[in-house]
């Protein structure tokens, strides 16, 4: 499956944006999704994932209550929304998908979007 990831920018701290990941298979229900994010000199970090039909999440500590995970099968996308920015948030962020169960290793995950460069300034 294609993975194709959008909505990164540049943002002041304290605002929002809204990321999303569309696949290019209508089989994208089958798929548990997640997005993870790189800064630079660090490794890739898990942010957040949800199940197959989104009524189940999980979240790094870091993120929780300013980052919500959602999707929509009809539509094969998935969101992050994020809210409350911080500078630390700044990474290049990027979409993944597996068919077998939750993950928060991104070696266990089968398929990857480009990334997206969210930017936060102090």
């Known amino acids: 499956v294609q993975l194709q990831a959008s909505g990164g920018g540049l943002v002041q701290a304290g605002g929002s944006l809204r990321l999303s990941c569309t696949a290019s298979r209508p089989t994208f229900s089958s798929y548990f999704m997640a997005w993870f994010r790189q800064a630079p000199g660090k490794e890739r970090e898990f942010v957040a994932a949800?199940?197959?039909?989104?009524?189940?999440?999980n979240y790094v500590d870091s993120v929780k209550g300013r980052f919500t995970i959602s999707r929509i099968n009809a539509k094969n996308t998935v969101y992050l929304q994020m809210n409350s920015l911080k500078p630390e948030d700044t990474a290049v962020y990027y979409c993944a998908a597996r068919r077998m169960g939750w993950s928060t290793s991104h070696y266990e995950y089968d398929y990857w979007g480009q990334g997206t460069l969210v930017t936060v300034s102090s």
């Open positions: 949800i199940n197959r039909n989104g009524d189940s999440t």
